[in-house]
T-cell receptor, first 115, second 110 residues
Framework: GAGVSQSPSNKVTEKGKDVELRCDPI?????LYWYRQRLGQGLEFLIY????????KSGLPSDRFSAERTGESVSTLTIQRTQQEDSAVYLC?????????????FGPGTRLTVL | AQSVTQLGSHVSVSEGALVLLRCNYS??????LFWYVQYPNQGLQLLLK??????LVKGINGFEAEFKKSETSFHLTKPSAHMSDAAEYFCAVRDDKIIFGKGTRLHILP
């Protein structure tokens, strides 16, 4: 496809369950980012992948959060033992490389609701 | 560490009036600055970016931003607001990763 895609678009889960969110970046984009956007809040950086380098996990809020990326392709964000405060829109973005002027292209997001 | 501060979480302007959304940054030289827009129920899209080629940067939909090093600012403006401009606007600065401001929600009054 032409843009970044994310699935599912909406996810409702019960507190304590695990969830997996998927991101398919634009083909050829070596950099991939995950952000969290809580209702009425700005974007909170979670994790950043760049090529084969070790990911920058400095934004992950707790050890319940983890993410993986297969090569320079799809990424999965996993939240274990979900809590109500995890409810948010999770946004994925990709860019061509880590060059400073390269813009990020965002997916439509996954809206996660934890009951 | 680099950061951006957006002044005003909500801004209301009348249709046809000037839009001014403020952004101040903290960055090592040179700063790499962006404005993104998020329309209701849509993803973020790039409005414009500062590339050091010119201090006044023109973006899509009639928006522009001026880089002022002395003021460490990168305010977003549009001469005449349209109803379709109602959205949330994010200023961002890039080091190895992009750091976003908290966003400013723009309301357009008829």
């Amino acid at each position: 496809g032409a843009g970044v895609s994310q699935s599912p678009s909406n996810k409702v889960t019960e507190k304590g369950k695990d969830v997996e969110l998927r991101c398919d970046p634009i083909s050829g984009h070596t950099a991939l980012y995950w952000y969290r956007q809580r209702l009425g809040q700005g974007l909170e950086f979670l994790i950043y992948f760049q090529g084969n380098s070790a990911p920058d996990k400095s934004g992950l809020p707790s050890d319940r959060f983890s993410a993986e990326r297969t090569g320079e392709s799809v990424s999965t964000l996993t939240i274990q033992r979900t809590q109500q405060e995890d409810s948010a829109v999770y946004l994925c973005a990709s860019s061509f490389d880590r060059g400073p002027y390269n813009e990020q292209f965002f997916g439509p997001g996954t809206r996660l609701t934890v009951l | 560490a680099q950061s951006v501060t957006q002044l005003g979480s909500h801004v209301s302007v009348s249709e046809g009036a000037l839009v001014l959304l403020r952004c101040n940054y903290s960055s090592s030289v040179p700063p790499y600055l962006f404005w993104y827009v998020q329309y209701p129920n849509q993803g973020l899209q790039l409005l414009l970016k500062y590339t050091s080629a010119a201090t006044l940067v023109k973006g899509i939909n009639g928006f522009e931003a001026e880089f002022k090093k002395s003021e460490t600012s990168f305010h977003l403006t549009k001469p005449s607001a349209h109803m379709s401009d109602a959205a949330e606007y994010f200023c961002a600065v890039r080091d190895d990763k992009i750091i976003f401001g908290k966003g400013t929600r723009l309301h357009i009054l008829p």
